[in-house]
């Protein structure tokens, strides 16, 4: 008598039985800043506008995704908000069916002029880049002087409503780690959630970065501040701990000292309809040839589900920091 099969899996699965629920969806490659570690200064390569996914290719793309399981999308850039008509978009792709969590990644700089539309569009949740809570450290870094536009960002999402609210601090050695504690205290004194993230080996500008091992900060902090492990919504790879009242979470995203990738859930879809399987290796596929070709949506979905089975165990950036040659901006962040 044999033993009947296990259930299938639900939605998306890879080739090593990850689930695959996440993608994170670059809506330009343009940015207005040029952060040390993403983009170099003086940079031309951007893609033309003629091979940007429009926004009916991009709500199709997505609703096939969403039909396969995919159920959490952010929008990224380089910074999503210089797309025109940002907050027109994030109303579409939050209502299609199966899509539960629409989230943005932005370094605010024109948050306080579409916060309110944003928030009335269905975005949930806002990322928001701050590297430093210094004016010339914040020039250093992102090459302008913007530090003041950032903050009315952030009033701006609070008195719209969004919560939670994550500032994403790429911690640097030498540059900034010395501000990770006074961040600590402005996260705490605001209601923000605080993300400290290891610089990644991406192109020049990453391998150039002063890479910070955050293992040896999170023990430090721990103990600091008497926090316990715990966990926040999202579909992300941080490791977050508390205060045991709830009221300050800080996350840890350390791919390069303690990786996550047995448990990636995510995809990356480029400006121009590739997506990248993994930050950290080549393996991509070309959607915008398939969109405007005429594919039928099974054709559609099919390619998903072969462009998932293309998803690699996990990435090099330790056995091979010089492998990959793009910018993070050009793959989305």
């Not at 170099?40 to 997505?62: A, T, V, Y």
């Not at 409503?161 to 780690?177: E, R, Y």
């Not at 045991?244 to 990738?261: E, K, L, W, Y």
């Not at 480029?270 to 997506?275: F, I, K, L, N, R």
Request: glycine fraction near 10%; aromatic fraction near 6%; include cysteine.
């Amino acid at each position: 008598m044999s033993l009947p099969l296990p259930a299938a899996q639900p939605g998306l699965v890879d080739q090593f039985g990850r689930r695959i629920d996440y993608v994170r969806l670059s809506v330009t490659d343009r940015c207005d800043l040029r952060c040390s570690y993403c983009m170099p200064e003086g940079f031309k390569g951007f893609e033309e506008p003629e091979h940007w996914l429009n926004f009916d290719e991009i709500e199709r793309l997505i609703g096939a995704f969403a039909r396969l399981g995919v159920s959490r999308i952010r929008l990224t850039g380089g910074e999503p908000l210089l797309r025109r008509d940002i907050s027109g978009l994030a109303r579409r792709l939050a209502s299609l069916p199966g899509i539960d969590d629409l989230s943005l990644s932005t370094n605010a700089t024109q948050l306080d002029k579409h916060a309110q539309a944003l928030k009335a569009a269905g975005v949930t949740r806002l990322n928001v880049s701050l590297d430093s809570l210094q004016q010339a450290r914040v020039e250093k870094i992102s090459g302008r002087d913007v530090l003041a536009k950032v903050m009315v960002g952030l009033a701006a999402a609070q008195e719209a409503g969004f919560t939670p609210i994550k500032l994403n601090m790429v911690a640097l050695a030498g540059t900034n780690d010395d501000e990770i504690d006074e961040m600590v205290a402005f996260c705490m004194a605001r209601g923000f959630v605080l993300r400290l993230i290891e610089a990644m080996p991406m192109g020049d500008t990453g391998r150039n970065s002063e890479f910070l091992d955050l293992q040896p900060v999170k023990e430090r902090l721990r103990k600091q501040f008497n926090l316990i492990e715990t966990a926040l919504p999202g579909a992300g790879p941080a490791r977050y701990l508390g205060t045991a009242d709830g009221r300050f979470n800080v996350g840890f995203i350390t791919p390069m000292s303690q990786h996550f990738c047995e448990t990636c859930n995510r995809i990356r879809i480029a400006v121009d309809g590739t997506a990248y399987m993994c930050l950290g290796q080549e393996e991509k596929f070309e959607f915008r040839p398939l969109l405007r070709g005429g594919c039928s949506d099974a054709e559609l979905e099919a390619a998903i589900v072969g462009a998932i089975n293309l998803k690699p165990e996990r990435h090099e950036f330790r056995e091979a920091p010089h492998k990959i040659l793009r910018f993070m901006s050009m793959t989305g962040g």
